[in-house]
């Protein structure tokens, strides 16, 4: 496979839309998601009401990458080859000592299953997207609450979280107006959406006019995502994409076959009946990539086009695009914002009303490296005090060198290239920053380790 990797290449361009298209004011979205969960927690479920409040730091604890053992009710840092590099049990870091006593230096119990990319199970689940992640400081506090009172040592509170996520998430919320989410998204979208910049509404305008098929592939059910991209693209949005599929359920969508996920038309945002065959462009909801594609060869006239997916979540975009549907992958990670920017010491200790007008220049959390689990991409090993310090990658790392095509911080990045602009691609024969545009994260980089890590 060639080094270089260009969209002039691609004969179709597909985007997810949140987190990818469609960008969040992350403090303001991780709150709501935190408190909508929280509300439920304990008004349906009778969690402690300490629940419902929240300290400004506490938000460090949201890491992406992190995996929950739910029924230790510890979270874990893995490397590449599945040890564990940093853990919590709750919100509470474990020591070196206690990792090593816990899960020993060899490859943690469900990392096999998990590096296959089945990211959830009854036993554990992955974070590694924005909607999920402040359920993960959520469970944390739950975990430390329960051990308050009862002392627990095995977990049980899982099946409630995984309410409480139906509940704010089902497909019907948004209409019912019911939940927390939908309805203060609705009323209140300046606070949570940031508008599409001019310069990618401008790029997205020139694929089309370069003759490029444009797709927008989202989970969201249809009257979420109009109200997405109503705010961030405008009421002609529809203009920009030839095809529409909502409530795509993926990861299922490329991975499960026409019988198992055929397409639906919609009306007025209720799916109608099930489609054989998906014969013209249009907006459709769930279906499946191999019946998508089929309609790409027509549209093409193409035996084999070529399909670039660009995506914010390895486990739903990213690892399936590749793996099932052999799709290019550019994989959105807002990371690489914060790993540039370093906070001088002097403005920590301003007063907040100083702070505020400068709010918008300067990335925060969860854009800012956690103090509490460190670099997204490298790590120390744990527990070797008089050893030489030894950094490896992370799982997570890895899993991008290995199922993305280049990775980049937004799409704002790229939308003034040229379309023929070539990109160095990852592969297993370079290095491991090849792929990063415009620049490898800071913590990849040689000798940059103990600026970092610290």
């Known amino acids: 496979m060639q080094q270089q990797f260009s969209l002039a290449d691609c004969d179709v361009m597909g985007f997810d839309l949140d987190h990818t298209l469609c960008r969040y004011h992350l403090p303001q979205s991780a709150r709501l998601i935190y408190d909508s969960f929280a509300q439920y927690l304990v008004t349906e479920k ?9 300290a400004p730091d506490n938000l460090d604890f949201c890491c992406k990458g992190l995996v929950l053992d739910i029924e230790e009710g510890n979270f874990l840092k893995l490397a590449e080859d599945g040890t564990v590099l940093r853990a919590s049990h709750g919100t509470k870091s474990m020591t070196s000592e206690e990792i090593l006593e816990t899960y020993g230096r060899r490859e943690w119990k469900h990392f096999n299953t998990i590096s296959g990319m089945v990211s959830r199970s009854a036993k554990y689940y992955l974070y590694d997207n924005y909607f999920d992640l402040p359920g993960a400081l959520l469970c944390a506090r739950v975990v430390d609450t329960l051990d308050e ?59 089309k006019s370069a003759g490029k098929i444009l797709l927008l592939i989202t989970s969201s ?23 529409v599929i909502t409530n795509a359920l993926k990861p299922g969508f490329f991975s499960h076959t026409p019988n198992q996920r055929p397409f639906r038309t919609l009306e007025n945002d209720e799916e109608q009946e099930a489609l054989l065959s998906l014969d013209k462009p249009g907006w459709y909801s769930q279906g499946n990539a191999i019946q998508l594609y089929e309609l790409l060869k027509k549209m093409t006239g193409k035996l084999d086009p070529k399909v670039v997916y660009f995506g914010d979540s390895m486990h739903s975009d990213i690892f399936p695009a590749r793996h099932y549907s052999n ?19 002097e403005t920590e200790s301003e007063p907040l009303e100083k702070k505020g007008k400068y709010e918008e220049d300067q990335p925060k959390a969860p854009y800012f490296v956690s ?18 310090e ?10 991008i060198s290995t199922y993305s095509t280049i990775a980049i911080p937004s799409l704002e990045a790229i939308a003034d290239l040229p379309l ?35």
């Open 149 to 207: 009172h009862d002392g627990q040592k095995k977990y049980d509170f899982w099946k409630d979280m995984v309410a409480a996520i139906q509940h704010n998430y089902k497909i019907t919320a948004f209409k019912e107006d019911c939940g927390m989410y939908f309805p203060e998204v609705k009323n209140h979208p300046d606070k949570y959406l940031q508008r599409c910049p001019e310069s990618v509404k401008k790029w997205l305008k020139q694929l």
């Open 371 to 388: 103090k509490q689990w460190g670099s997204f991409f490298v790590d120390r090993l744990p527990g070797l005090e008089n050893a030489e």
């Open 420 to 454: 023929d602009y070539r990109f160095t691609r990852f592969s297993s024969n370079s290095s491991a920053t090849a792929g990063y545009y415009p620049s490898p994260p800071r913590a990849l980089l040689p000798n940059e380790e103990s600026v970092t890590m610290k």
């Open 221 to 243: 059910h249809s009257d979420y995502c109009r109200l997405l991209c109503e705010h961030i693209l405008g009421n002609d949005f529809e203009e920009y994409f030839d095809v």
């Open 390 to 399: 030894t950094f490896v990658h992370t799982w997570s790392c890895r899993c």
């Open 46 to 54: 009778g969690y402690d009401k300490d629940l419902l409040t929240l």
């Open 327 to 345: 799709w290019e992958t550019v994989f959105i990670l807002e990371e690489l914002l914060g790993d540039k920017v370093m906070v001088p010491a």
